[in-house]
């Protein structure tokens, strides 16, 4: 095709019908602290793998939600378990605990 | 030949028993990895079987351990277990008295006042009958305790005992039965022909007068042989296996062999070893904080032998090390659960590979603050200042962006990926050519100390200034407030740093002392081994804490690790500071002296 030096973007509707909802169940079953995440950011600011690249546990929230799990895996094998975002917290969130269940769940889902 | 037919239930069951623990270690052992079984067969012959030898008679017969935490748990275990070993020697010392050969059945000792019954003189008659009662008395003092127990476990001062399975009723109904039974059968005897000592002649002439003892003493007999056969029977299947399983313990810890990563042969002997003495209920904060009390150590370990170790039992403790501490069998608990978390662990597939090439300088300490140390700064700056004070020549190893030291990935069960952060670490300690890795964070210590294998020194920061201290180079000035230290679990009981604190602190300030300090010290409720606590629960835990530190009235709470400086200092008004914090408050640098320190230092630190 000839390149016109711009691409089209790909189609980002989401088709709530034909996403996995059980990953997101899964861990809110099991932590169930994570329904107050309020997205401020606190963990992502601290976060020892989010120093080194780009890691962020909202974005984690927001996948699981819109049930984008595709890009999870590789996402969630950065943290390091180090417990600083779990300190930060202002919700309390047992983060270190997401994120176990998270990896526990695509291996259950996979 | 001395017999009767009643003798057979007992006969029989100890065939039994003899045949099944001899099955039963004969696969343990052999199941043993091939490192133990060497450990083995190297200290077999050693003074290590003779220090073995001496352990199981102070802890298997003696329960000097359980004396220690409860006396009278102590004397029930003691009187049990010593007494009945008493009974068993003494009766075949009294046995070969009266035959005067070492051959006599091995039921002839047991029933001994059965079959003799004559006023036939032999050597020490008098004095074998009087320490025969005695020792039955004894034995029945301590059974009484235990059955008090059963019904009403405050007598003992725990909170809780252990719930009962079918082999385990079968084992305790029969041996709450043999001794009472022992007692009536040779009171009966003794009231039929007139003899016995103190105990059983007393008790045998009354019933003389009151029952028909002629008709009694047969039933009884058979009845204390039946009691005696069940128990046997039962015995290897029931929670008194215990008792076999610890001594083959005792034996294997000598040789050296410990649970490590895996789960094994060793680590099953360990988990049947456990006494279910319910000692460890009563030290865990979750259970005296939280009321949580089905995860603790024995309810774990139970779930392992009963295969379903489930999420709970596994990533709600702590693993503060309070119940290992204090467990009379000494069984490695912390170990052992983070066994079954790598069982249960799910996925080892981090790369981790963002971890750029790390950069290094060289020179002769390192300092790695850790994640931890990170989100308390007031730390690491404290640290800092030191170091220019003393003049050292070091390196700031995670000063920006670094891995983290890959212990919460240990304590999570993730091995594998822990073992990629140590190997960057690796790599950098290594070209820094440094002879000392200082760290302020004791989880980071302890990994840094047991797992990384580093062939340099590794020091807390609490070790590290003592040090300086020591050899003159750091000056401290005493303040007058009153301190109260906090051991941090990894530090404590984890690594067994109690006195170096201490020491530091009384150069500075006064030390007050809360009811539990070192080994017993609480655990500020925010450790990294536990998953799944919520925070509100760690809040309780913490305060709990808190509130018996806090007991002396400290102007200030020192502490020696960032993530109890943290979780405290959330939960008080008081002031909470790490002790380099305080020391590094306490420098006095004259600068006159510091030119002499100058030279000094090079020596002392690269030592
Ligand atoms: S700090 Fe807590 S509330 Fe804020 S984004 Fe992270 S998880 Fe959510
Ligand atoms: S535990 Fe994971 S997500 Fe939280 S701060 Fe550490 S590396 Fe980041
Ligand atoms: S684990 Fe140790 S302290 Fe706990 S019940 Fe067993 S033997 Fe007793
Ligand atoms: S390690 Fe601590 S938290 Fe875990 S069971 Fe033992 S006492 Fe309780």
Redesign the interface.
């Known amino acids: 095709m000839k390149d016109f030096g711009f691409t089209i973007t790909k189609d980002r509707q989401i088709d709530y019908d034909q996403h996995d909802h059980r990953l997101l169940q899964f861990v809110l079953e099991n932590e169930p602290?994570f329904q107050a995440c309020i997205s401020c950011g606190g963990c992502t600011a601290?976060c020892?793998?989010g120093?080194?690249?780009d890691f962020n546990i909202r974005k984690l929230n927001m996948l699981l939600r819109r049930g984008e799990t595709e890009g999870l895996?590789k996402e969630i094998?950065?943290?390091?378990?180090?417990?600083?975002c779990?300190?930060?917290?202002p919700r309390?969130?047992?983060t270190?605990?997401v994120i176990?269940k998270i990896?526990?769940a695509?291996?259950k889902f996979r | 030949m001395a017999y009767h037919h009643f003798v057979l239930p007992f006969s029989i069951g100890m065939a039994a028993l003899f045949a099944i623990l001899m099955v039963k270690f004969t696969i343990w052992i052999v199941k043993l990895e091939s490192v133990d079984k060497r450990l083995i067969r190297k200290n077999l012959f050693s003074v290590k079987t003779l220090d073995a030898m001496g352990e199981v008679f102070m802890e298997s017969l003696l329960h000097r351990k359980i004396f220690r935490k409860n006396p009278m748990l102590g004397y029930m275990h003691m009187s049990l277990a010593f007494g009945w070993f008493l009974l068993i020697l003494f009766g075949n010392f009294q046995a070969q008295f009266y035959t005067r050969t070492m051959l006599h059945p091995p039921y002839f000792p047991i029933f001994f006042n059965f079959f003799v019954t004559t006023s036939e003189e032999y050597l020490f008659k008098a004095s074998f009958e009087f320490l025969m009662d005695l020792f039955l008395l004894i034995v029945l003092t301590g059974l009484f305790i235990a059955i008090s127990k059963r019904f009403y476990s405050r007598i003992v001062g725990l909170k809780k005992t252990t719930k009962l399975k079918f082999f385990d009723k079968l084992a305790l109904t029969s041996l709450w039965f043999i001794f009472p039974l022992r007692l009536l059968a040779e009171s009966f005897t003794s009231g039929l022909y007139n003899n016995g000592d103190f105990l059983t002649g007393s008790l045998g002439s009354f019933f003389a007068r009151h029952l028909m003892v002629e008709k009694l003493a047969l039933p009884a007999w058979w009845g204390y042989s039946l009691a005696l056969g069940f128990f046997f029977v039962a015995l290897p299947y029931s929670r008194y296996m215990h008792i076999p399983a610890e001594v083959l313990l005792i034996f294997l810890r000598k040789y050296g062999v410990r649970t490590r990563r895996e789960f094994t042969s060793y680590s099953d002997i360990e988990v049947r070893s456990c006494s279910r003495c319910g000692i460890c209920i009563d030290a865990c904060q979750i259970n005296n904080a939280l009321g949580i009390n089905n995860i603790q150590s024995v309810y774990f370990l139970r779930s392992i032998r009963e295969r379903s170790v489930g999420d709970e039992k596994l990533f709600t403790c702590m693993l503060c090390g309070r119940c290992e501490n204090i467990c009379p069998v000494g069984i490695q608990l912390s170990d052992l659960r983070m066994t079954q978390r790598n069982k249960n662990g799910v996925q080892n597939t981090s790369t981790y590979d963002f971890l750029v090439p790390p950069k290094y300088k060289v020179a002769d300490v390192l300092y790695f603050a850790g994640c931890m140390t990170h989100l308390t700064p007031a730390i690491k700056k404290s640290m800092l200042k030191i170091f220019d004070i003393a003049g050292v020549n070091y390196y700031f190893m995670d000063s920006d962006k670094e891995a983290c030291c890959g212990r919460p990935l240990i304590q999570s069960g993730h091995y594998e990926n822990a073992a990629k952060l140590m190997e960057y670490n690796k790599k950098l300690i290594r070209q820094s050519k440094a002879k000392v890795l200082v760290t302020s964070c004791p989880i980071c210590y302890k990994t840094f100390k047991e797992d990384y294998k580093l062939n340099i020194h590794v020091m807390h920061h609490t070790e590290y200034i003592l040090k300086l201290v020591e050899v003159g180079i750091l000056l401290l000035e005493k303040g007058d407030s009153k301190v109260v230290y906090h051991d941090p679990c990894e530090l404590g009981r984890g690594l067994g740093i109690y006195e170096e604190p201490r020491i530091l602190l009384n150069k500075v300030a006064r030390l007050l002392h809360p009811d539990e300090e070192r080994e017993n010290a609480f655990c500020c409720g925010g450790s990294l081994g536990s998953f799944n606590l919520s925070t509100q629960q760690r809040n309780i835990i913490r305060d709990d804490a808190l509130a018996k530190l806090m007991k002396p009235n400290p102007d200030k709470l020192i502490t020696a690790c960032p993530l109890c400086k943290k979780t405290f200092s959330k939960g008080t008004k008081v002031q909470v500071l790490d002790i380099a914090e305080l020391v590094a408050a306490s420098v006095i640098v004259p600068e006159a002296k510091k030119a002499l320190d100058m030279q000094k230092h090079e020596t002392v630190l690269v030592e």
């Open positions: 602290s601290t020892s793998a120093n080194l690249i895996e094998n950065k943290c390091m378990l180090c417990g600083k779990m300190l930060v917290c309390g969130i047992n270190r605990n176990l990896k526990e695509i291996q």
